[in-house]
């Protein structure tokens, strides 16, 4: 069965620190992958998106993800978090003979001072 | 340029009323997409149309019926509303292949 999972619930993380958040999923095809935020009390909005080619891709608010077909993986990086950056993250996955997207369960990030 | 818009943003039923949410995306998308988003449980799919004039039932239908009114608007109907449908209301269009696009969200409370 296709499922994706984000492994850490909750992730707390110091302004200016790095960020590093996992996703996995289990897909028999080659899969299109996203990472969304979602700030309280809003809608999800798309940072990145991988459907072919580089694996690294760069996404808005200076994120990054990487794709590793062997381990699996779509995780999602930054290299220095603001306090504006506490949201909640999905991960979700797709296959282009199909309309639907899986999501995560999602991941909390909250940045301390 | 609105996107997703969602009808009502907040809502609060007793149980055994109905109601209808209601989505309309301006961006000449053919799928739409209705989820529900409760705690640690992420986005699960409640109905979807691929394309105007099509329905399919997602990963948790029961409880709810759809309407794709044309290609601008899908409806989401509670006839009976539950407890257990208390939740928060997630529209989406895609065009074709790639990322959805989400609406604000209706909250839904049924006492």
């Known amino acids: 069965a296709q499922s994706v999972t984000q492994p850490d619930i909750h992730i707390t993380v110091s302004e200016g620190a790095s960020l590093e958040l996992r996703c996995n999923y289990s897909y028999g095809a080659t899969p299109y992958l996203f990472w969304y935020v979602q700030s309280p009390g809003q809608g999800l909005q798309l940072l990145l998106k991988?459907?072919?080619?580089?694996?690294l891709v760069q996404g808005i608010k200076g994120f990054e993800a990487e794709f590793k077909r062997s381990q699996s993986s779509f995780n999602l990086r930054k290299p220095s978090v603001h306090w504006s950056d506490a949201a909640e993250y999905f991960c979700?996955?797709?296959?282009?003979?199909?309309?639907?997207?899986?999501f995560g369960a999602g991941t909390t990030v909250t940045v301390r001072a | 340029n609105a996107g997703v818009t969602q009808t009502p943003k907040f809502q609060v039923l007793k149980t055994g009323q109905s109601m209808t949410l209601q989505c309309a995306q301006d961006?000449?998308?053919?799928?739409m997409y209705w989820y529900r988003q409760d705690p640690g449980m992420g986005l699960r799919l409640i109905y979807y149309?691929?394309?105007?004039?099509?329905?399919d039932k997602g990963e948790v239908p029961n409880g709810y019926n759809v309407s794709r009114l044309n290609k601008r608007e899908f409806s989401l109907r509670l006839e009976s509303a539950a407890p257990s449908q208390t939740s928060v209301y997630f529209c989406a269009s895609r065009l074709r292949v790639g990322e959805q696009f989400f609406g604000p969200g209706t909250r839904l409370t049924v006492l």
């Open positions: 991988y459907f072919s080619g580089d694996t």
């Open positions: 961006m000449n998308h053919n799928s």
């Open positions: 979700a996955v797709g296959v282009s003979n199909d309309y639907k997207l899986s």
């Open positions: 149309s691929a394309s105007e004039g099509t329905t």
